[in-house]
C-alpha cells in the first residue's frame, strides 16, 4: 500500500473511539436529567460532578481527534 494510504486508515481507525465518547456523554447527560428529575434539591452538588465528567469525556474526544489529524497530516 502507498503511503498515503496507510497514513488515512490510521486516521480513520483513530476516530472510531469517538463512537464510544459519544454513547457515553449520551449516558452522562440522560443519568443527569434523571438524577435531577427525582432530587432537584441535589442540584448544586450534581452541577459539579457532572460539569467534570463532562469535561473530562470531552478531552478524550478532542484527544483521539488530535492523534487523527496528526496521523493525517504529520509528514
Known sequence: METEAVRLLAGAIALLPLAGIGLGLGKI?????????????????????????????EALGIFALLIAFYLVFAK
Open 29 to 57: 447527560f440522560a443519568a443527569y436529567n434523571e438524577a435531577i428529575g427525582r432530587n432537584p434539591g441535589a442540584a448544586p452538588l450534581l452541577d459539579k460532578k457532572f460539569m467534570f465528567t463532562f469535561a473530562v469525556t
